[in-house]
């Protein structure tokens, strides 16, 4: 209904919309949304898989598999387009769940970051990490 008041006024929309009036709704967001249209809808998809989060094991394992591949594309890309270095640890927090649901990941200029900085390896911590979720 909040895409469908985007149409013109008078525009009424009776049912199911057709494929040209999403279409043009769509346009209207985009127009309105410029900068940051892409943004939000890729927190809206987000959300929208947190929302269904509490399936099967396997189900969260992909979910978390899906999740790690998408941030290591993110900080990959940073690294090599802008020169900008990270790390990021995740953990599933459900703890009879989540066991094995554990990742560290560093760009290229942050790698050792853990085991020099704090005498940690991957394995020690993300134990540590778990811990604090």
């Given at each position: 209904?909040r ?10 929309v009776?049912?199911t919309?057709t ?5 043009r709704?769509?346009s ?7 900068d ?9 998809k987000?959300?929208?898989?947190l929302?269904n989060m509490g399936?099967?094991?396997?189900q969260r394992q992909?979910?978390?598999d899906?999740?790690?591949?998408n ?8 690294s ?6 990270g790390?990021?640890l995740?953990a599933g927090?459900v703890v ?6 554990g990742h560290v990941?560093m ?15 991957d394995d020690?911590?993300i134990g540590h990490f778990?811990?604090?979720?």
């Amino acid at each position: 209904e909040r895409e469908l008041a985007r149409l013109p006024k008078g525009e009424q929309v009776a049912g199911t919309p057709t494929a040209d009036i999403r279409k043009r709704c769509f346009s209207l967001f985009k127009e309105e949304y410029k900068d940051t249209y892409s943004t939000i809808l890729e927190t809206w998809k987000e959300a929208k898989e947190l929302e269904n989060m509490g399936g099967t094991l396997a189900q969260r394992q992909q979910l978390f598999d899906k999740t790690k591949r998408n941030l290591n594309h993110t900080f990959t890309a940073l690294s090599k387009a802008h020169g900008f270095e990270g790390t990021y640890l995740l953990a599933g927090r459900v703890v009879n769940q989540d066991g094995g649901l554990g990742h560290v990941f560093m760009t290229p200029g942050a790698e050792r970051f853990f085991a020099e900085r704090c005498r940690a390896g991957d394995d020690e911590i993300i134990g540590h990490f778990k811990a604090h979720v």
